[in-house]
């Protein structure tokens, strides 16, 4: 019984120290001053090589786009979309307007609030 109750309160401390994480995780960045959200529901490929391609691909993934890539004839095909709308919550007007550009020259749809 003693286990079972030390369990318990084991499971509940550790519920509430990740419910804490998970809170200030969840907490939008007080730096950031400008957000950016995106979408691009239908698939979309473009060519690329090597570094530029990895480069490309490991963004993409950060942004939280699903990525598909294949080789050939020299070169990479990189497949990607993202479906549902994403935020990404920058520190200046500037870098959101870089980023804005960046997304619509790969087909996504974006909206800039401030």
């Known amino acids: 019984m003693l286990n079972l109750r030390m369990f318990a309160v084991a499971a509940l401390v550790a519920s509430v ?3 804490g994480m998970l809170a200030k995780a969840a907490e939008p960045n007080t730096a ?4 950016v959200s995106y979408r691009l ?3 979309k490929t473009t060519h690329s090589e090597g570094e530029k391609a990895d480069k490309l691909v490991g963004t993409l993934k950060k942004l ?6 294949g080789s050939h004839g020299g070169h990479m095909d990189v497949n990607y979309r993202c ?4 935020q990404m919550a920058l520190k200046s007007h500037e870098e959101a307007h870089q980023w804005e550009a ?3 020259k790969l087909g ?5 609030a401030h």
Do not use: D, I, N, Y
């Not at 950031?32 to 957000?35: F, Q």
């Not at 479906?83 to 994403?86: G, L």
């Open 17 to 19: 120290s990740l419910g």
């Open 32 to 35: 950031a001053k400008e957000l």
């Open 41 to 43: 529901e239908k698939w």
């Open 64 to 69: 939280r786009c699903e990525v598909k890539v």
């Open 83 to 86: 479906p549902k709308w994403q």
């Open 102 to 104: 960046w997304l619509k």
């Open 108 to 112: 996504f749809e974006t909206k800039h």
